[in-house]
């Protein structure tokens, strides 16, 4: 029987978007041909090789640490609804299967939104981005690249899910679409967090909360000390984050998160993509997890990714037995000490979500993320039933969460 992974690629092929690809097609180049005359197919996600995609990691343009492979493998392995992706590769050179510029996990545009038109969308990595990476020695190329790629699977647009939208990649899809006639469709967007660490920490805090709010924060700091010594510890090395992890998991699992069924021990699969994925980044230096005690009792702790300069702040957990000493603001304040003495840390994404409550106020700086329709071919009708359909999904998924809210508001009152 076939494993979730194949089935999902399968379902792809099915549905018309791509050619069936043979074993070899993981290391050839956009150039590539699969059968007489046929599209170069598009692989899993496994077929691509590591090697290659964790060099141009370190080329790429723009930093995301939910599309370094050791985490999207483990998401694309085992995570809930978010396994067995395919990916459009881009190359230098179609001879030689070293030379990747480009790479953006997709799946269709049904099995994301159960729209039964001929698009491509962003795999979802677990964490709010999915800006691809592109080597920033041949940005337009690559992008140009990943374009001819989608075309030439059939794929009449490219859905790019939570992108960062005025960063280097997309305004590299709008120069190359330029070229072409054509242009992106930001479908929605949003203002969200982020810290320019390259500011003095306690100058930075004094001027995001004011001198009476750190004050408070201060006195509950001293408050909760009286259930032992306050100390901030950041697990680096494989075996400290994979003991710090148990941690973590323990305090989202004993929270509302825990309550509401959606903490990640209470998934097998999501369990499993975690602990995957912190040890293997941890190898490379690329998550850290920090935990906020008092003696000996941790009250809130949290997963940190790292890629080139810039850091993500994945998830926290807190003892809400704690709540009423602000844990979750505390152990905040002190990971945005931490980033801004380190120098190799220039900024750090929140990856919240908007109008964040607790984040918000303490990192003030702020970037454009969003969902961006890629058209690949002019004058295309398809493009425009697309278009028409993921808007009215928008305004139905809105409508529902006004009404949500409304009854909220109700059994409130």
């Known amino acids: 029987m ?26 050839r180049g956009p150039g590539a041909r699969t059968g007489r005359g046929a599209a170069p197919g598009i692989v899993p996600l496994t077929g691509v090789s590591i090697d290659a995609w964790q060099a141009l990691s370190a080329r790429a343009i723009e930093p995301n640490g939910y599309y370094l492979p050791e985490w999207e493998l483990a998401v694309n392995a085992s995570a809930p609804g978010r396994t067995g992706a395919a990916a459009l590769c881009a190359w230098r050179d179609a001879a030689d299967a070293s030379a990747l510029t480009g790479l953006l996990p997709v799946i269709p545009l049904w099995r994301a939104c159960k729209i039964p038109l001929p698009a491509l969308v962003s795999a979802h990595p677990y964490g709010t981005l999915c800006t691809p990476p592109i080597d920033r020695g041949a940005v337009e190329d690559a992008v140009a690249g990943l374009i001819e790629h989608a075309r030439r699977a059939g794929a009449h647009a490219l859905l790019l899910r939570e992108v960062s939208l005025d960063g280097p990649v997309m305004t590299a899809f709008g120069d190359v679409l330029r070229r072409d006639g054509l242009r992106p469709h930001v479908l929605q967007s949003h203002q969200r967090a982020c810290l320019d660490a390259t500011y003095e920490p306690e100058e930075l805090l004094r001027e995001a909360l004011g001198a009476k709010k750190l004050k408070e924060l201060r006195r509950l700091r001293h408050r909760l000390a009286e259930h032992g010594a306050v100390t901030f510890d950041v697990a680096r090395s ?10 973590f998991l323990a305090l989202e699992a004993g929270g509302w998160k825990g309550r509401r069924g959606t903490a990640l021990t209470q998934s097998e699969g999501d369990g499993s993509f975690i602990r995957r994925a912190t040890a293997a980044l941890a190898k490379t230096g690329q998550c850290e997890i920090i935990t906020l005690r008092a003696g000996a009792s941790p009250v809130a702790s949290g997963i940190v990714l790292r890629h080139q300069d810039r850091a993500f702040f994945f998830k926290i957990g807190v003892d809400e037995r704690f709540a009423k000493f602000s844990p979750g603001v505390q152990l905040t304040l002190e990971l945005t000490r931490h980033l801004c003495s380190d120098p190799t840390i220039t900024s750090a994404d929140s990856t919240a979500a908007p109008d964040h409550p607790m984040i918000n106020p303490i990192w003030r700086g702020r970037f454009a993320i969003g969902d961006a329709l890629i058209p690949l071919r002019r004058r295309d009708p398809v493009v425009a039933l697309i278009h028409a359909a993921l808007a009215a999904r928008l305004a139905a998924l809105d409508l529902a969460r006004s009404a949500f809210r409304a009854v909220r508001r109700r059994r409130a009152s």
């Not at 494989?238 to 941690?247: D, M, N, P, Y």
């Open 238 to 247: 494989r075996e400290q984050v994979v003991a710090a992890l148990e941690t």
């Open 2 to 27: 076939r494993g979730r992974g194949t089935a999902d690629v399968a379902e792809i092929v099915d549905r018309g978007l791509v050619a069936r690809a043979s074993a070899n097609d993981a290391t």
